[in-house]
């Protein structure tokens, strides 16, 4: 888009290409996405956005991670050497996974969180945006790295869901998951990340509409209840949003349901 690739982008392609059986597909993505964002130097993830920068030649114009992407490519790469069988696809996916625990995963208080970046720390806490969040892939990484306690992370993240808006909390209008949130490194409270995200940080929108449908691959694969019942839990707001205005807004304001914005885009459509 506009000369500029994200490794987000490179990531849904990759699953994309295995998803429809296109090896050839999946191997010059892979090789792209290898050749061109993976050499960070400190970890074997990958640099988040790549285009044509001030000098007017291509390169890597952000070399932060982003750990939806790292966890994307992973999982590609694992669905990948199930599919046709290459070790080699599964030695990268090794690499990866084991860097996402060591550099994106934090412990608080005995519970595990998925940050999002390596990067993701701040002086007053840790950015974490819910959309990243995928148990489903976390079941299939503990398979492949079972040093690490991926199952706790996927137990820790239906927890984590929850305080956010889920079932557990009944003063929220809407249960919808914001699209940022900051956690205290030393209590694990959930704060605004809005002094850090200029944009909606608090509320639901163009990041947090991808929740649902990695939670909905939990549901899916393994048949996850804790999937099922947060799914549950946010239906009846986009019920009532369809039987009373007959569609849905991009971004919603968590706390009283009411619509930021009066248009709505594909992305956040199908995330609904």
Known sequence: WNGITTSEGEAYAMLRAVWIEDRPAFDGLWAWTRDHLQFRGTDRLFSWRWGVG????????????????????????????????????????????????????????????????????????YLINPSYFSPAAYRLFAEVDPAHDWLALAEDTYDLLERLGGERVQSDATGLPPNWVLLDPETGELRSAARYISVHADAYGYDAFRTFSRIALDALWFKEPRAERYLQSVAPFFEREWRERGGFASVYDRATGERLVVHNDLAPLAGA
């Not at 952000?62 to 696809?89: F, N, P, V």
């Open 54 to 125: 001030e000098d007017g030649a291509e390169h890597v114009l952000d070399s932060e991670s982003a750990s939806d992407a790292d966890e994307d490519i992973a999982l590609a790469l694992i669905l990948a050497y199930r599919r046709w069988g290459d070790q080699t696809y599964r030695t990268a996916a090794e690499e990866i996974i084991r860097d996402i625990w060591r550099r994106e995963v934090v412990a608080v208080g005995g519970t595990y969180y998925l940050v999002a970046s390596a990067g993701a720390k701040r002086p007053d806490g």
